[in-house]
């Protein structure tokens, strides 16, 4: 049997359970990828010490949304990817929380995201930009540093507003002002440029909802989300349904199974709108998705002979992990063989 290799945090952590501090139950996993694998569960620290000896192995991980742990699980895994099948793969890892990057796997792949623009620098944005926009963070979820911006001076402002005074900024003004033979000003305005990573996004008018979907393997699970008075997102509202119009729910699903169709995943989770020009995407993840959609969906909806069929019943989030990420592994190393 095939080695996997389980790597969970050093508390046993494995992204994630119905909220993001919580876990999969780790040992129910271990006992369903036990039916076809050699399943030992480890750590990230087992990695780096046993680098050399992990080979043609598959290396099973989740991603982390406190910002440095996610890096160093970049850091990690980058390593061992080239000699095992790491799943998710890097470039899905890159997407994780990381809306710069997934502006640039749309352009790869065609992923018909909105309209967006990926920038580290005020100085670099284009000038024929139309506003209103939505300025976004790089790093954030539930809408967390998402805003809409109505001309170039609140769009310059949402950039410096996290300016925060930190040690550097206080060793700054001492070398400054007091301890002048320290201060360097061609140092300083060279660090000043790049200083936060952003993306502007097309403003979408009139918008009332978007549409969280979940796919794990064959199945597909979808939750309408409202935008609250006053907002002009869905993400964050906390009012959803599962009771959607059926001309809606065909234009979701048809528009989640071609993003399926261009990018390979074991789970996807997509955020998408339907706009007077057709549905776009939002945003997307591959790992440490929110299993909300999928845990309290009382039916899953499948693609079979050329229609969409709706299927009562339960998921259980560790049987669908299993079944989607072994469909993966099979389909990836089908596609390696040959």
């Not at 911006?149 to 609140?154: A, F, H, L, Q």
């Not at 499948?302 to 592994?329: D, G, H, P």
Request: charged share 25%; hydrophobic share 40%; glycine share 4%.
């Amino acid at each position: 049997m095939q080695k996997l290799l389980l790597v969970t945090s050093n508390d046993g952590f494995f992204a994630q359970g119905e909220m993001p501090w919580s876990s999969m139950d780790i040992n129910k996993l271990s006992a369903l990828f036990a039916k076809k694998f050699d399943v030992e569960i480890v750590n990230f620290n087992y990695l780096i010490e046993n680098f050399n000896d992990i080979n043609n192995c598959v290396v099973l991980y989740t991603s982390s949304q406190r910002l440095e742990h996610k890096r160093y699980i970049e850091d990690v895994v980058t390593l061992i990817a080239e000699k095992n099948l790491i799943i998710p793969t890097l470039e899905s890892l890159k997407a994780h929380d990381n809306k710069g990057f997934q502006v640039l796997m749309d352009k790869k792949y065609g992923l018909n995201l909105i309209k967006s623009d990926y920038y580290s620098d005020y100085t670099d944005i284009r000038s024929d930009i139309k506003f209103p926009l939505i300025y976004k963070e790089i790093n954030g979820a539930s809408s967390r540093g998402v805003s809409i911006v109505r001309n170039s001076s609140e769009l310059e402002g949402e950039i410096n507003e996290q300016f925060m005074i930190n040690t550097e900024v206080i060793k700054r003004f001492l070398k400054k002002y007091i301890f002048k033979w320290k201060y360097n000003q061609r140092w300083y305005e060279y660090l000043e440029y790049a200083k936060k990573r952003f993306i502007i996004q097309e403003f979408i008018e009139n918008l009332t909802c978007d549409f969280k979907v979940l796919i794990f393997g064959e199945k597909y699970y979808v939750l309408k989300r409202s935008v609250a008075d006053g907002d002009f997102k869905a993400s964050g509202s906390g009012i959803f349904s599962f009771d959607i119009e059926e001309n809606e729910l065909i234009k979701v699903l048809n528009e989640a199974k071609k993003f399926r169709e261009k990018y390979v995943s074991n789970i996807y989770s997509l955020d998408i709108c339907l706009t007077s020009t057709g549905p776009r995407l939002i945003e997307f993840q591959f790992t440490h998705v929110g299993p909300v959609t999928l845990i309290k969906s009382e039916s899953f909806y499948s693609f079979n002979n050329n229609t969409w069929e709706k299927v009562i019943e339960r998921s259980v989030l560790e049987e669908e992990f299993y079944q989607a990420t072994s469909s993966f592994i099979d389909v990836t190393q089908s596609m390696k063989r040959s």
